[in-house]
């Protein structure tokens, strides 16, 4: 009984793999003929980068806003990629410094490749200290926020995270990693965004 229950829980694994493959391919090919809107943007003079990938229709959530509002406060330029569309974007202005939509393709990482190709190609990379890369899969709490800031944007190591999985394999939690300017600058990190 073991035996067939294994070979059916293979089975049943490679056919949703194949599934979920082919409908990736199909959002992939879809995904082609759509254009990423870059819908305001103001200059970047160097300091640390908050880059948020949101999956956000209408309107922004509290918590997202409050987040933001932090983050400003802390001196950050401000930089979202929403995968959906916002009623009235320009009412971020005071809260964001760069927002692009873009079609949803790749998910919370196809907004953070987007987000990092649009600092590199803008030449950010040489100046920034450090960039923190979150997305609103969580909810941001008012509680210790601020310092839970302070704790990511001071730190001297190169890379650290709110949280790390051993699921599958050891990895940071893509939803909040704090990145320091060696590895924003290395090779092999551009590398990783642009393939």
Request: charge should be positive.
């Amino acid at each position: 009984m073991r035996v067939l229950n294994g070979i059916k829980n293979v089975l049943c694994y490679y056919w949703l793999y194949a599934m979920f493959s082919f409908r990736s391919f199909l959002c992939w090919l879809d995904s082609l003929n759509k254009s990423n809107q870059i819908i305001f943007e103001t200059e970047y003079t160097g300091q640390k980068v908050l880059l948020l990938a949101i999956y956000q229709k209408g309107k922004l959530r509290g918590d997202i806003k409050n987040m933001l509002a932090i983050a400003k406060a802390k001196g950050m330029y401000v930089f979202c990629v929403n995968t959906l569309t916002l009623k009235d974007a320009g009412e971020l202005r005071d809260l964001v410094d760069c927002y692009i939509e873009r079609f949803n393709f790749g998910r919370d990482f196809g907004s953070y490749k987007l987000g990092f190709l649009h600092m590199y190609q803008r030449g950010w990379h040489k100046t920034c200290p450090r960039v923190l890369m979150m997305n609103d899969s969580v909810f941001y709490s008012k509680v210790k926020l601020e310092s839970f800031f302070d704790k990511l944007l001071s730190t001297q190591k190169e890379v650290v995270a709110a949280t790390e999985t051993h699921e599958v394999q050891h990895h940071l939690g893509a939803f909040c990693i704090s990145i320091g300017e060696p590895i924003i600058r290395h090779k092999l990190f551009k590398n990783f965004w642009t393939k």
